[in-house]
């Protein structure tokens, strides 16, 4: 089955760190660029972070540069999202996707040619 799968939600504290993974199960993700996306409560998603296929470009939201870090590792065809000095305001639904066109963009949900079902990340103050 082809799919993307997230993990390493929870819950933590303010200033706290969490890192989520999102593998790829019955493909690579060797030529896919990757793209964090959130959702909270009542709220739009918005994109966090992206990696493209070759390594060389990161993307990050304003609201998270200098607290996550994206990046991939090619062996375990997994892509990682570091989360450090967590906030409230993170508090959301954490989805991957993956385009086959390599590049780093934030799009539509049918930009996209694999998405996860998402992991909860809750931030407590």
């Known amino acids: 089955q082809v799919q993307l799968v997230e993990s390493g939600g929870g819950l933590v504290q303010s200033g706290g760190s969490l890192r989520l993974s999102c593998a790829a199960s019955?493909?690579?993700?060797?030529?896919?660029?990757i793209v964090w996306f959130r959702q909270a409560p009542g709220k739009e998603r918005e994109g966090v972070s992206c990696i493209n296929n070759l390594f060389s470009t990161t993307l990050y939201a304003d609201s998270v540069k200098g607290r996550f870090t994206i990046s991939r590792d090619k062996a375990k065809s997994t892509v990682y999202l570091q989360m450090n000095s967590l906030e409230p305001e993170d508090t959301a639904v954490y989805y991957c996707?993956?385009?086959?066109?390599?590049?780093?963009?934030?799009?539509?949900?049918?930009?996209?040619?694999?998405w996860g079902q998402g992991t909860q990340v809750t931030v407590s103050s």
């Open positions: 996707a993956a385009d086959s066109r390599g590049v780093c963009f934030y799009g539509l949900e049918k930009d996209y040619d694999y």
């Open positions: 019955g493909f690579t993700l060797d030529s896919y660029a």
